[in-house]
């Protein structure tokens, strides 16, 4: 019994580590495969965004897991709402948005007739590269129809002129809305072309429309005891000086010159500063109670820069200047009269503060809103601009705030998206003229086509591609009416130049008379044609030329630092790296010297040139990016210097592969 026992052994247990996922690899589709994989996205985001075309297009109601339910007619919200499960699809999905995108962000409308217009030129595009068309020539055609168009539609446009036209514009923008195009143009008239119109949630059932004169903002009283009036919570003055400083205000010492000054001159003060406090703040407050004293001390709005150029602002239109700037020219302790600024009227809030008719010399306010003119036509900040344009507002006609009333958050935030995208049209029209509407525009664009000169068979069918593309807006319109399309196409060229379809009523009129206009810069925009996705190539160059995802890869395995297990999410094993890539036709003879990229690893590899002359012409390589030996004792290392990747070095074993 013994002897059995001692024969007896236990089960031997290993323990395995098991690899971790490959989360970062990649799929690669190429050719035929990947281009049918794109244009289902191309398609069904161009579906959900095309059905809102014309006066009785449809509303698209978009789901969101944080909020209400969005419900709009706006093409780049219907378009920015859109993410596919599908990757690739998605990818298809995402060159159109890019295209809504940028329309959105030069013409600030018209990205419906983008997004139409991009899904016609390339689903015929990938078609036409399918069956053999050169997708570089095909580009040119299709570049060279693109810039015939644009300057027929240059031609055809008329400059805007009368209110009446401004609220045609807007009307039509906003889906036949009138109130809509009434409440704009009224407001556009009163602050002038160059004014600022700001659309805001309102608190009330209908929309209303509110003047703001002179310099508004959105910093209150410091504290509630400057309030000197019982008919509410404000404080007035009238014939008041105004003391601008951009740095905090602690010592009461400071500030009695300038109190003193405006005791003597029996007028009131306010204070202007980045804040007030201590014991400053506390013997304004104290002779405020006891003595009476007229003044009050407010926030100076904003930030950084900001801040201090809407305090200099603040002080040319008012005739003043800003103490304790960055030169530290003026000190608050030397004020002196004319170092302060003169207004009519002052009403400070607990929430904002209003400077109404500053005394300051109009040369001086003239030369101001010049140099932020300037300013906005150097600037590329989108948000810059958009602070630019409130400032330069402030310093001209006042400001006109739309707000947007309604029953719940869904038919605000629909009305709303309705008054930006009538605003941005209307900023458009008044900017280069309008052209007739529902397509029509488009359609008298096909004849000059006709004329582009085409050095071979490829081009010209590029421009036979963009030719046809013209019409689909138009023939959109009228399906979206419940009308035979191609039958509305037909018969709006066979009419005279301004004759168009009258979705809404049912009938043929003249656009312009009937007030059927859109602005001319919303269809001109060059980068809402045939964009996927980069501003130097059409859709034929980028979208519809693309082989595959990329040409050159690294295949084999990469692993963690010092040829050990992965040990975190970000050092997974990977079939495949994906670099960055150009066209090897596009690379400039300057930058070669950046693409002898020498690969140093393990059995097998080689160089990117080695891998790249085996292959073909139009092989992908990679762009400006650099793989050097990093030299880490030996073993082989791999180091990815590009732009934006991480720094980090990588080893692996396989080789460079290049795709034809």
Request: proline share 4%.
């Amino acid at each position: 019994m013994l002897r059995g026992l001692s024969s007896f052994r236990l089960p031997l247990v290993r323990c395995v580590r098991v690899a971790p996922l490959r989360g970062l690899a990649k799929d690669v589709k190429f050719g035929a495969d990947a281009r049918a994989a794109m244009l289902v996205g191309v398609d069904i985001l161009a579906d959900a965004v095309a059905v809102t075309m014309g006066p009785k297009g449809r509303n698209v109601i978009l789901e969101s897991s944080w909020k209400s339910p969005k419900i709009t007619k706006d093409g780049v919200t219907v378009a920015k709402g859109i993410e596919l499960k599908d990757r690739f699809q998605n990818i298809g999905a995402k060159l159109v948005q890019d295209v809504a995108n940028n329309t959105n962000e030069e013409a600030g409308d018209g990205t419906t007739t983008a997004t139409v217009l991009a899904r016609a030129i390339a689903k015929e595009g990938f078609e036409k590269i399918s069956k053999g068309t050169n997708p570089i020539e095909f580009r040119r055609g299709v570049m060279a129809a693109v810039d015939a168009a644009v300057a027929e539609l240059k031609r055809l446009s008329k400059p805007i002129s009368t209110p009446e036209e401004v609220a045609q514009v807007a009307t039509i923008s906003a889906n036949g809305d009138s109130s809509i195009g009434e409440l704009i143009s009224t407001a556009m008239k009163r602050v002038g072309t160059d004014g600022t119109i700001t659309v805001k949630d309102g608190k009330t059932l209908s929309d209303e429309l509110e003047f703001i004169e002179g310099m508004k903002f959105d910093r209150g009283y410091i504290s509630p005891y400057f309030i000197n009036t019982e008919k509410g919570a404000r404080c007035e003055f009238q014939d008041a000086y105004v003391l601008f400083s951009e740095k905090k205000i602690n010592s009461i010492q400071s500030l009695l010159p300038a109190l003193e000054l405006c005791h003597q001159q029996k007028k009131p003060l306010v204070i202007v500063a980045e804040d007030v406090e201590g014991e400053a703040l506390t013997a304004l407050v104290l002779n405020r109670l006891k003595l009476g004293l007229q003044v009050c001390a407010v926030k100076a709005p904003g930030f950084g820069d900001n801040r201090k150029n809407t305090l200099r602002d603040m002080a040319i239109a008012t005739g003043g200047v800003v103490f304790g700037d960055e030169a530290d020219m003026y000190k608050i302790e030397d004020v002196q009269q004319h170092d302060l600024g003169r207004v009519a009227e002052a009403v400070i809030t607990k929430d904002d503060c209003l400077l109404m008719r500053g005394r300051g010399a109009k040369a001086e306010v003239d030369k101001r809103i010049a140099q932020i003119k300037s300013e906005m036509e150097a600037s590329n900040s989108d948000y810059e601009k958009e602070k630019m344009q409130e400032r330069l507002a402030k310093l001209s006609n006042g400001v006109a705030v739309i707000k947007v009333g309604g029953s719940s958050e869904v038919e605000v935030s629909e009305k709303k998206d309705r008054y930006t995208d009538a605003l941005n049209a209307t900023r458009a029209a008044v900017e280069e003229g309008i052209v007739p509407g529902g397509g029509v525009a488009l359609l008298r664009c096909i004849p000059c086509l006709k004329n582009v000169v085409c050095k071979n068979e490829d081009q010209r069918i590029g421009v036979q591609i963009v030719l046809r593309a013209l019409s689909t807006p138009a023939y959109t319109i009228a399906a979206n009416a419940g009308v035979n399309g191609s039958v509305v196409v037909e018969k709006i060229l066979s009419l005279e130049k301004n004759m168009g379809y009258d979705a809404l009523n049912d009938t043929y009129v003249d656009m312009l008379e009937a007030g059927i206009i859109d602005p001319t810069k919303n269809l001109s925009c060059r980068r809402r044609w045939c964009r996927i996705p980069s501003d130097d190539g059409g859709n034929g160059g980028h979208g519809a030329t693309e082989r595959g995802a990329t040409h050159v890869c690294w295949h084999g395995s990469w692993y963690g630092r010092n040829g050990s297990a992965c040990r975190t999410a970000r050092q997974n094993y990977l079939d495949y790296l994906i670099l960055f890539a150009l066209p090897r036709d596009q690379i400039p003879e300057e930058l070669s010297s950046a693409y002898s990229i020498s690969v140093s690893g393990g059995p097998g590899s080689t160089s990117v040139p080695q891998a790249l002359e085996a292959g073909s012409e139009s092989s992908m390589i990679v762009s400006m990016t650099k793989l050097k030996r990093k030299g880490e004792k030996g073993q082989p290392s791999m180091w990815w210097t590009q732009k934006r990747a991480p720094r980090r070095p990588l080893q692996g074993r396989g080789s460079w592969r290049t795709v034809p």
